[in-house]
């Protein structure tokens, strides 16, 4: 039965990762008029965790990132970011959270008409407060150092390969200092080369920076190196959860899929 | 029967998109009134509307006022009235042509490119991307474009007279020998304070327009790239459209106050 929920992982065993969940969701149901999205999806993302969720395409992994900074609303059920619920925040109060979530979107999202360092110095002067005592130009060449395009800092979008957008959109989500990082399907249209390279610089981020990750991705080649466990999203719900050898080792078809 | 069905869900859902203008209007404002304000934006859309459609407003403006009078002046020579031709093409240009050529030119180059800059903005995810960053994106990107576009189009109305004006007094000295110092006597005789105020005034409604329906339909595109193009082309012809509904309008409420 595809509607049965299992963690493979005993609920409160998570190893290292300790400590109240920095994300939590609870029973969530987002639908698109009949479109029923998410019925009933629960996760906890934990601090310093890497947390990998997949699912086939049109499964509702995107629309539960936007979900968790809301630019979606979810219709019912229990979505906590830092201990805040996310349905009950005030504008204010979203962007102040939102300044603590980074988001990497899929297709980079880099502001076309703006240089790098106005891309990089969009999000700092929407949160002054952040910038109090540090050097914005030193703090943008920084940030753009940690992902290794610090030359690039005068250039527009256009004159960007794919995977230097993705590093840039990386630096962009990285100049506020994010507690979690959203990653939507940080590798997709990239050659393997350079999907390595984007993993690598995944894992270092998260070391150097000390941030829980949210990863959505289709390729499973990510998923082995970055997941410290993984959600399989079906129809709506984690289907089954456990660490890539757990749901590997599992003889359902519905899982195997996803490991051929 | 059934082509009745039809009519009646084509005028549902025109009205339909109307209500949804005026909701896209009256949020606008409400944001335009609230703090923060979005000045250097503002600016940078003053440049891009106003600044950089000089060349192209005055060159039309120059060619109207030029072949009006070329068109005009062998009817008015027939009749006897040549002496009358500055005071008949200054009235014309300033109370009629000059605003609605102009803004016919920027519902084509205004409102293009605003809806097919909003709009390709939308699918590649970067308003998502302004959201996350904290900024409200409305404000940033609709709010500014919008007063621009509102305050910049009664000056180039205001440049497209002139220029105009300049294009008949080459006519007549080249054909008339009337020195300008003649032509602009008899054109300032002529025009009154009724007719500049309206003109002046109705252009600010021409530019409102074309920001509100540019935007309208570049924030609300969907569908891929397909969707940006359309959401282009359908703002040019809303807008082109609109201003022949607002001149209709202004003209009769002007004729009432010359009745008066």
Avoid: W
């Amino acid at each position: 039965m595809l509607s049965t929920q299992q963690k493979l992982s005993k609920s409160n065993d998570h190893g290292d990762f300790a400590g109240p969940p920095l994300i939590e969701i609870r029973d969530v149901h987002k639908a698109f008029g009949e479109n029923h999205v998410l019925n009933g999806f629960d996760l906890d993302l934990y601090d310093k965790e890497n947390l990998v969720i997949v699912g086939k395409s049109g499964s509702g992994k995107s629309v539960l990132l936007k979900c968790i900074v809301r630019l979606e609303e979810i219709d019912t059920g229990t979505l906590k970011v830092l201990g805040k619920n996310i349905p009950d925040l005030n504008h204010q109060e979203l962007d102040e959270l939102r300044a603590d979530v980074g988001f990497l979107f899929q297709g980079s999202a880099l502001y076309d008409s703006m240089t790098v360092r106005e891309n990089l110095q969009f999000p700092l002067r929407r949160h002054t407060e952040r910038m109090q005592g540090l050097d914005e130009e030193n703090l943008i060449l920084t940030t753009l150092k940690s992902v290794g395009l610090a030359h690039t800092v005068d250039m527009l979008p256009a004159q960007l390969s794919g995977g230097m957008k993705r590093r840039i959109a990386l630096a962009r989500t990285l100049i506020l200092r994010p507690k979690i990082i959203l990653y939507d399907e940080p590798t997709s249209g990239l050659d393997p080369i350079t999907s390595k390279e984007i993993i690598e610089l995944i894992l270092r981020i998260q070391k150097e920076y000390d941030t829980a990750s949210l990863i959505i991705t289709h390729d499973m080649d990510c998923a082995r190196v970055i997941s410290n466990r993984m959600i399989i999203l079906i129809n709506g719900i984690n289907y089954r959860e456990g660490t890539y050898r757990e749901l590997a080792a599992l003889d359902e078809p519905n899982v195997k899929a996803f490991f051929k | 029967m059934v082509k009745n069905i039809f009519h009646f869900q084509g005028l549902i859902s025109f009205f339909d998109e109307v209500g949804k203008v005026a909701r896209f209007a009256s949020r606008f404002f409400k944001e335009f009134l609230k703090p923060p304000y979005e000045f250097r934006e503002l600016l940078k859309q003053c440049y891009t509307i106003g600044y950089q459609s000089l060349f192209l407003i005055g060159l039309t403006g120059f060619i109207m006022g030029l072949v009006f009078d070329l068109q005009t002046r062998p009817t008015m020579i027939e009749f006897g009235a040549e002496s009358y031709m500055p005071a008949m093409i200054s009235i014309s240009v300033v109370r009629e042509i000059g605003p609605v050529i102009t803004a016919l030119m920027c519902a084509g180059k205004i409102g293009s490119s605003i809806g097919a800059e909003l709009g390709s903005m939308k699918v590649t995810e970067q308003i998502d991307a302004m959201e996350v960053s904290g900024t409200n994106p409305f404000k940033y990107l609709v709010v500014t474009r919008i007063m621009a576009a509102t305050l910049m189009l009664p000056i180039l109305v205001i440049m497209a007279d002139v220029i105009g004006l300049f294009g008949s007094y080459l006519v007549e000295s080249l054909k008339g020998g009337v020195t300008l110092q003649l032509f602009y006597n008899k054109v300032m005789n002529n025009l009154s304070f009724g007719d500049m105020v309206p003109s002046f005034i109705k252009s600010y409604f021409f530019g409102f327009a074309i920001g509100l329906i540019g935007c309208y339909k570049g924030y609300n595109s969907d569908k891929g790239t397909a969707g940006v193009g359309a959401a282009a082309n359908v703002a040019v012809v809303i807008a082109s459209m609109l201003v022949f509904v607002i001149d209709l309008i202004a003209v009769l409420i002007s004729d009432i106050f010359y009745e008066l």
